[in-house]
């Protein structure tokens, strides 16, 4: 399976940006997807994640309010929706699959395949 990530651009802080993450073929329900970020010169965070069955989503504190994660089975996309974006959010955003168990949905390790990057770039 290959994760192509899109949607990263140039916002101003305020704006809204939406990121997408599309599989090249139909992935198990079973799976989760998740959306990390890098900025420059920090480590990786976790950022959300979703469950590709049912309902069930996860959002650091940091983006909570902000960020929604969703996604449209039928188009083997998954969604990270960006509103009131600010300059801390700027990073490179990565979207990941895999089959974490539940106290790993945050851990990078728990994916096994991973998207190649979009950047978004939220200006002062």
């Known amino acids: 399976v290959q994760l192509q990530a899109s949607g990263g651009g140039l916002v101003q802080a305020g704006g809204s940006l939406r990121l997408s993450c599309t599989a090249s073929?139909?992935?198990?329900?079973?799976?989760?997807v998740a959306w990390f970020r890098q900025a420059p010169g920090k480590e990786r965070e976790f950022v959300s994640a979703?469950?590709?069955?049912?309902?069930?989503?996860w959002s650091s504190d940091s983006v909570k309010g902000r960020f929604t994660i969703s996604r449209n089975s039928e188009e083997n996309t998954v969604y990270l929706q960006m509103n009131s974006l600010k300059p801390e959010d700027t990073a490179v955003y990565y979207c990941?699959?895999?089959?974490?168990?539940?106290?790993?949905?945050?851990?990078?390790?728990?994916?096994?395949?991973w998207g190649q990057g979009t950047l978004v770039t939220v200006s002062s």
């Open positions: 979703i469950r590709l069955s049912g309902s069930a989503t």
């Open positions: 073929e139909r992935i198990s329900s079973t799976y989760y």
């Open positions: 990941a699959g895999g089959r974490p168990i539940i106290t790993t949905i945050r851990r990078g390790s728990s994916y096994n395949y």
